[in-house]
């Protein structure tokens, strides 16, 4: 029983040392924890794709339309942060070293960071896949599927898989779908998980900044900011969005490194408080708002949205979809002001945040199968009680179902934390030890 206790339950546990870098994971805990809870509320809600203001009065004026706000209801934004938050983490210690030419651990560095990044990747998906099959073959996902077939609530129905009736059906349908899941040229959406469609992306993307990052260490730091500037605007204009929130990282990295030399050479006393001026907090008080405004971009009527109207249509000329062209750009600035301010990072270096951080990636990939084999009858359950006639009886059932729900993801997220995310890190570096020379 003691291997199913929350890690958070464990008084024993010393608590451990703040890294200083560990604002980046509580970005990541709280962007995660935010696509959860828009995968679960869009099941049964739809005005939320709606800009505010956008649609003539008609159902265009709830709070959560508002930018910023609509940000903990809409999943899409955040999985344009945790793209730039990757191209950082995986960017800072390559970059360090070859800004101090240490190139024998440059080489190091980039030899481990190759050689693991599928096993992080795939290892805990497939662990929860294997899972959702065994949940399926036993019938947990049978009501998930008639749902599926005729829905009854007023959100998204999300793609579910078909359930056959022979497990043997069951089970080779799932292995051609795991077939092409992993493979990372050619993405799709899996059925036994719609959400997942980031991780082959996640991992094609790492690859390319790695190379991006051998091709541009030995480069003078001047020259190397200016490639990747440009290699950031050839990505965007290239409508290769994805690319370039993974190449913005990389600069961000940059960025950092520059701010942590900089500040080696300030006074003591100044390196004890807060140096900005209160002029300079302002300014990157400005960029965090352009950021976010930029990120809260509708998904549904944003011509007709107010605060993004002129930028659509001046833009719309030069982009496929100016919605995540400018979110994903919303995405880098909004790391960009954080990165150039300390004190804005404060709420994301909280215990909350950083617990969050740790348990981000388990999360992630554990909520959709959550969502689909309980979340729905927890609602239906609730709605027994409080019924749905009402939009106050309705908000109810599925908040309370929402906070039912939350419980259980939080906690296996942390098991799988423990017992097969931070193995599987291990197993990768054990096998580099191994097999390397």
């Not at 980046?24 to 809600?45: E, K, M, N, P, T």
């Not at 080696?264 to 300014?283: M, N, V, Y």
Request: with cysteine; net charge positive.
């Amino acid at each position: 029983m003691a291997h199913l206790k929350p890690s958070f339950l464990d008084r024993d546990k010393k608590p451990g040392k703040v890294h200083p870098t560990a604002w980046l994971d509580g970005i990541r805990g709280c962007a995660s924890f935010f696509v959860f809870v828009y995968h679960f509320q869009h099941l049964f809600h739809g005005k939320y794709l709606l800009g505010y203001g956008s649609n003539h009065g008609n159902n265009d004026h709830w709070l959560i339309q508002l930018p910023i706000i609509r940000l903990v209801f809409t999943g899409g934004p955040m999985v344009s942060v945790f793209w730039v938050l990757s191209g950082i983490s995986l960017s800072l210690k390559p970059l360090q070293l070859a800004r101090s030419q240490s190139w024998d651990k440059f080489f190091d560095t980039m030899f481990s960071s190759i050689f693991r990044r599928a096993l992080r990747l795939y290892m805990p998906v497939f662990f929860v896949q294997c899972c959702v099959i065994v949940a399926a073959c036993l019938g947990f996902y049978n009501h998930a599927y008639a749902l599926s077939q005729d829905w009854p609530f007023s959100g998204t129905n999300e793609g579910q898989f078909v359930v056959f009736e022979s497990n043997l059906d069951q089970i080779q349908d799932w292995l051609k779908t795991m077939w092409k899941f992993a493979n990372p040229f050619r993405p799709i959406r899996p059925l036994y998980d719609v959400h997942l469609w980031t991780i082959p992306l996640e991992f094609r993307n790492s690859i390319i900044l790695f190379a991006t990052l051998i091709a541009y260490a030995k480069l003078k730091p001047r020259i190397r900011i200016g490639l990747t500037a440009a290699l950031y605007t050839f990505c965007v204009l290239a409508e290769e969005g994805d690319v370039a929130l993974f190449i913005a990282g990389m600069g961000l990295a940059e960025f950092l490194l520059i701010r942590d030399e900089n500040a080696k050479f300030l006074p003591t006393a100044e390196k004890l408080h807060d140096s900005q001026s209160t002029r300079t907090k302002a300014i990157w008080v400005g960029v965090l708002y352009i950021g976010l405004h930029l990120l809260s971009w509708p998904a549904h009527k944003y011509e007709t949205s107010p605060g993004y109207i002129s930028m659509h249509y001046l833009f719309a000329p030069l982009f496929r979809s100016t919605e995540l062209t400018f979110q994903r750009m919303g995405a880098a600035i909004f790391l960009l002001a954080l990165c150039g301010s300390e004190w804005l990072r404060k709420p994301f270096q909280t215990n909350v945040a950083i617990y969050l951080g740790r348990i981000s990636f388990p999360l992630y990939i554990v909520h959709g199968p959550v969502c689909h084999m309980i979340g729905t009858l927890l609602v239906e359950f609730f709605w027994s009680f409080t019924g749905n006639d009402t939009l106050i009886r309705y908000e109810m059932g599925v908040v309370a179902s929402f906070f039912c729900c939350a419980i259980v993801v939080v906690w296996l997220a942390d098991l799988l934390m423990t017992m097969v995310d931070t193995p599987s890190v291990r197993f990768g570096r054990t096998l580099q030890t191994r097999w390397s020379r």
